[in-house]
């Protein structure tokens, strides 16, 4: 193996990097947003790798992972169409007729759409739909909504972990290592049925009091019908077809984007006044620009050989024993992910990850332990993933607009609740994958050939 010098361009690269990131994970403190960091990150690492000859504009566009940030910006659209039709609304008062007074149905069933959605639309779009619902209903019950909210973050996190498309990460993880729908699942779904079923029932132990009191009778007075059948069963349609399209898109030779695209198209003419502009006004651009910016950023730490020379030190340990690396790696993403967001992280380890694939390591349990880590981790703490930070947001606002401080999700109530969750996930992940080692550890025959073109800077 050809030994790598330590150069400028490195130094440079992993300076503008490091800052970047601190600046991104520091948000709370200087007040500027994590976007404008990125973006900023992103204009200075072309810059300067322009200046000293080892990136340019043309390998920045290159580095980006179109296939995530389509998929995402094409997923986001489809849900800006789904909310006024009023669907999501009638499935969660559907949860708390059927659970008539049982606080802790009332939570599960809750859970398990959240969850549900959060297989097929990313975690931090779900918790925007169900999140003002959760507080309707419990004010309507007059019972404590904070039970319900952190469910729903808890839930949708880990939920999330068990698909391609169910939680950023998963997206970019897939994407970089030329993973199918049919493959994550497969390998994640099990390991997440599992953790997600110990979470619902530690979620009974950890609000044991506040799941006992009796509930009022649910108002049923201020109730808003369908307002738009046509486009929500068109819609509900819609996503079905495109679930067959993710499980068959490596038959089809269809990247997961497309077949979001193509649901897109066919949901826009099911809703014929639809107005596509407002469905596009409500699509995160914000989101999206943060993605584009940080493939950016670790495109140019690529081209300095930085990642390269970080390896060299961690290839021998993976070398030696690659099932304690593997099971090290998923909790230090997971307190890492848990102390600041997880798509930065994701994005700096694929590289990372991808380097040693070349040196002819099977880097399969680790891109297993890298989703597994992440998505646990997302439940360690308030800022662990957005879907948290939305929860902490409305529950901040609910307690202000109520005159009722007890009503906030604070950061140590969260970290009360939500740590014990991802400790007892991330035991619980170790355990199987320890258990069904040889599974996990088998190469996927798809990986050599997509890391080949990654490390070449195509996609």
């Known amino acids: 193996m050809e030994t790598l010098e330590w150069n400028n361009d490195m130094l440079v690269s992993a300076l503008v990097l490091a800052v970047t990131f601190i600046a991104i994970f520091t948000e709370e403190i200087h007040k500027i947003h994590r976007v404008k960091c990125g973006m900023a990150g992103a204009a200075v690492m072309i810059v300067l790798g322009q200046s000293m000859g080892f990136y340019n504009p043309d390998q920045a566009v290159e580095a980006i992972d179109w296939n995530v940030v389509f998929l995402l910006g094409g997923m986001m659209t489809i849900v800006a169409i789904m909310i006024p039709t009023g669907g999501f609304q009638q499935m969660a008062y559907w949860a708390a007729d059927f659970s008539k007074g049982r606080l802790f149905l009332l939570l599960a069933l809750i859970g398990s759409l959240v969850t549900g959605l959060s297989l097929l639309l990313d975690n931090v779009t779900t918790v925007v739909i169900f999140g003002p619902l959760i507080i309707l209903i419990c004010q309507s019950l007059r019972v404590s909504p904070i039970p319900y909210l952190l469910a729903a973050a808890l839930l949708s996190d880990t939920g999330g972990v068990a698909t391609l498309v169910g939680d950023p990460p998963n997206l970019m993880i897939g994407s970089a290592f030329g993973i199918g729908f049919n493959t994550f699942l497969i390998h994640m779904g099990g390991m997440v049925l599992v953790a997600w079923l110990v979470v619902l029932v530690m979620l009974r132990t950890l609000f044991k009091e506040e799941l006992a009191v009796t509930p009022h009778e649910l108002d049923l007075t201020d109730r808003e019908p369908l307002s738009d059948p046509k ?76 990642l390269e020379y970080l390896g060299t030190f961690i290839i021998p340990f993976v070398q030696e024993d690659l099932l304690v690396a593997t099971l090290l790696l998923m909790w230090v993403a997971a307190f890492l992910s848990a102390a600041i967001d997880n798509i930065p992280f994701t994005a700096a380890m694929i590289p990372i990850i991808a380097g040693m694939e070349t040196q002819g390591i099977n880097v399969t349990p680790l891109f297993w332990g890298l989703a597994a880590g992440v998505g646990m981790g997302g439940n360690g703490t308030h800022i662990g993933s957005t879907a948290n930070v939305f929860i902490v947001t409305i529950s901040e606002k609910m307690a202000k607009d109520a005159g009722d401080p007890s009503l906030a999700i604070t950061p140590g109530m969260w970290m009360r609740k939500g740590l014990p969750v991802m400790l007892v996930t991330l035991v619980t992940c170790t355990i199987i994958m320890w258990t069904f080692w040889d599974f996990y550890s088998a190469p996927i025959e798809t990986t050599s050939a997509v890391v080949g073109e990654v490390m070449g800077g195509g996609h």
Request: net charge negative; proline share 1%; glycine share 10%.
């Open 231 to 306: 486009t929500w069963y068109g819609a509900m349609g819609v996503l079905g077809i495109m679930v067959i399209g993710f499980i068959m898109h490596n038959a089809l030779h269809w990247e997961p984007w497309f077949v979001t695209a193509l649901g897109l198209t066919a949901l826009a003419f099911i809703g014929k006044d639809l107005d596509m502009e407002e469905a596009f006004a409500h699509t995160e651009l914000a989101l999206l620009m943060f993605f584009i910016s940080l493939f950016i950023i670790v495109g140019g730490v690529e081209h300095s050989q930085f």
